[in-house]
């Protein structure tokens, strides 16, 4: 079987984290393209890659490249997944995938017209936590699910283009948040309306627009779904916190990035998903490369992508109206 040969658009932290993770499932050759073919070649030494290209647009071309990560900011992934699709190729974007509703329907007639594999790096999807509390849930340990809290509180100070209020196109629930409302989602199911609230005080912000919201949802099922997402606040925890699940006959209380999770209820136990992959990253990229493999559509696909997006945009719409608002059907 031969390797598949995955481009890095974007050589900093993200690109990083994904050139690790991929040397560590092997069957992966790496590339790297940068805004500047020095930092390309950096990269490309550090980590065993194959090729360095000092534009996106030449890696893009590029017949031997079979799919690209692009991670760049997302004010750019239009732009560079419509070079991507025009090269035929497979693309992994980084979350968010794009700062409004808008242009994500756009990423998808790209993706559609060049008929490639498109999947979103949101790694908490694949969190091994995610996976065990859908087991006790689905198996009826706490019976029916009423309330779902998730809580991920630190301190956090953005720079960079993390603190451009135009390449943001919004604040920590976009950046950062999206990721937990995708938690949010793969725990409670499918969202019906959204209501959300920020700190009134007088103080500086942090990040563009937002740096700290209580996020209260309707989940289609019938419970109810509360996120407390914040970059303002002090936790002496190194970012660990509790949340919980209340149900009918029972509760699960876990450790939000998912070390361990009590199960209260038919039965009680103590679990610990998995530290070996507890961000995810490898069972992410793992099954992006499969999918690359075999043409599927990925689990993790733009329509999620595009349901956490609209939980964020309804979350902010409701900042304004001060009332709970609907997912939106429209861009």
Wanted: glycine content about 10%.
């Amino acid at each position: 079987m031969s390797a598949i040969r995955l481009c890095m658009l974007g050589c900093g932290r993200v690109a990083r984290t994904h050139s690790k993770v991929a040397r560590s499932l092997g069957g992966i050759e790496l590339c790297f393209a940068s805004r500047s073919l020095e930092n390309a070649v950096a990269y490309n030494t550090r980590y065993g890659g194959v090729a360095a290209f000092g534009s996106y647009e030449e890696a893009c071309a590029d017949p031997r490249v079979d799919a690209v990560v692009i991670c760049t900011p997302h004010a750019f992934h239009l732009d560079h997944v419509r070079l991507a699709t025009r090269g035929g190729k497979a693309v992994l974007i980084e979350k968010p995938v794009a700062r409004t509703l808008a242009e994500l329907t756009e990423i998808e007639v790209a993706v559609q017209v060049a008929g490639t594999i498109a999947m979103v790096a949101e790694n908490y999807h694949f969190k091994p936590a995610v996976r065990v509390l859908r087991q006790h849930i689905d198996g009826g340990d706490v019976g029916q699910v009423l309330f779902v809290e998730l809580n991920r509180a630190g301190r956090q100070r953005p720079t960079g283009w993390r603190a451009d209020a135009a390449l943001m196109g919004g604040g920590a629930l976009l950046e950062g948040g999206v990721h937990w409302v995708n938690y949010l989602c793969r725990v409670g199911g499918a969202v019906r309306e959204v209501c959300a609230a920020r700190p009134e005080v007088d103080r500086a912000l942090v990040a563009p627009f937002e740096d700290g919201l209580e996020v209260l949802v309707r989940f289609e099922s019938g419970a109810v779904g509360k996120l407390l997402h914040a970059w303002s606040v002090t936790n002496r925890l190194a970012g660990l916190g509790l949340s919980k699940i209340y149900g009918t006959e029972g509760n699960i209380t876990f450790e939000s990035n998912g070390l361990f999770a009590l199960v209260t209820g038919q039965r009680t136990r103590l679990r610990f998903p998995g530290v070996g992959d507890l961000m995810g990253y490898r069972a992410m990229l793992r099954h992006f490369v499969e999918c690359v493999r075999e043409r599927r559509e990925p689990d993790m696909s733009l329509a999620v992508a595009r349901r956490d997006l609209a939980v964020v945009v309804a979350a902010y719409r409701s900042l304004e109206s001060r009332r709970f608002e609907p997912l939106a059907t429209k861009d």
